[in-house]
């Protein structure tokens, strides 16, 4: 646990050589708790063996939250400095000068936003999930829901739908836990499901309050306090917008976009992707038989592609300088 930004956060990192490079992830969410699952994938596994892997659980999230942590913390700007803060603790505890950082559905907002801001610090940005304009994904969503609920006349789908103000002023936090639930069940957030569930589902549940990891007050926390972060940063993630807010990166850019993803659009992000400036060099790999998360449904090439392209790629440039 470490104090960032006047709160404590938890970090845990991962590796098998102190050689290899260090690579820092920001989860998703926002708000999800990561350290139950994210670690203890084989996908993470796998990249520990290539990478030092930092694992920081944001303000708000798991071990992260805290009952006095103020509503008025939780803006994208403070978020940005935590990852400064992070990336600074990691340089100096693993001796990285600089390091790789990978940002997956919420954290490539915040990621790619301080990849703009301190290029200096960074390898290269790296984005699965990669969220552009985050009512815009909503929006999208919602449509594409519309069309499959139209197309099969699914009522229960179509009555959800018809109570949803798509209005941005309007739009609530409600209302796209109901429109995740239909994007979930045709195949926009795990491409091969078939299945309507909720955004997290009871098998979630379950493995957040019997894991090791969290105490019995964080699940407790956790049990009476869901979706702090969603809450709090709900009005910020409304006003991103990257085409704007960070319309250049200066490092190595590679999105690994999946072709199906839905909930965070990737029509969105090749848009982004071709107006970006990245004068280092980027890169888009797509992922064809995924949806939102290319490391699990096609973990086979997520491995070649950050393994023998991204990190051999970048060293090598890294070595040349």
Do not use: C
């Not at 340089?91 to 301080?114: C, E, P, Q």
């Amino acid at each position: 646990m470490l104090e960032i930004g006047g709160t404590e956060q938890a970090i845990l990192i991962n590796g098998k050589n102190a050689e290899n490079p260090v690579l820092v992830y920001l989860h998703g969410g926002p708000g999800f708790p990561m350290l139950p699952f994210v670690p203890f994938s084989e996908s993470m596994e796998k990249l520990e063996e290539q990478f030092t892997i930092v694992y920081w659980e944001q303000r708000g999230t798991g071990k992260s939250y805290h009952s006095n942590l103020s509503a008025e913390s939780m803006n994208v700007n403070r978020f940005i400095k935590d990852t400064h803060a992070v990336i600074k603790y990691a340089r100096k505890k693993l001796s990285a000068d600089k390091v790789f950082l990978w940002g997956h559905s919420w954290g490539t907002n915040i990621g790619a936003l301080y990849a703009a801001q301190h290029p200096e610090f960074l390898h290269a940005y790296i984005s699965t999930g990669q969220s552009v304009n985050p009512f815009e994904n909503e929006r999208l969503g919602y449509e594409f829901v519309k069309q499959n609920a139209t197309r099969e006349n699914n009522i229960p789908a179509l009555q959800d739908l018809a109570l949803i103000d798509t209005l941005p002023e309007n739009y609530t936090l409600d209302d796209a836990l109901t429109v995740r639930k239909w994007v979930y069940k045709y195949g926009g957030i795990v491409h091969s499901n078939e299945h309507k569930r909720p955004y997290v589902d009871l098998q979630e549940i379950k493995t957040i309050l019997l894991s090791p990891v969290y105490s019995l007050g964080v699940r407790i926390n956790l049990l009476m306090n869901p979706y702090f972060s969603a809450i709090t940063l709900w009005e910020d993630l409304k006003s991103i917008d990257l085409f704007t807010q960070a319309p250049e990166i200066n490092i190595p850019v590679y999105f690994l976009v999946g072709r199906h993803d839905i909930i965070v659009s990737h029509v969105l992000a090749e848009q982004y992707y071709e107006k970006l400036n990245a004068p280092a060099g980027k890169t888009l790999v797509w992922f064809e038989k995924s949806a939102h998360r290319p490391f699990y449904e096609e973990q086979e090439k997520f491995m070649d592609v950050m393994i023998n392209r991204i990190k051999t790629e970048t060293m090598e440039m890294a070595s040349n300088d």
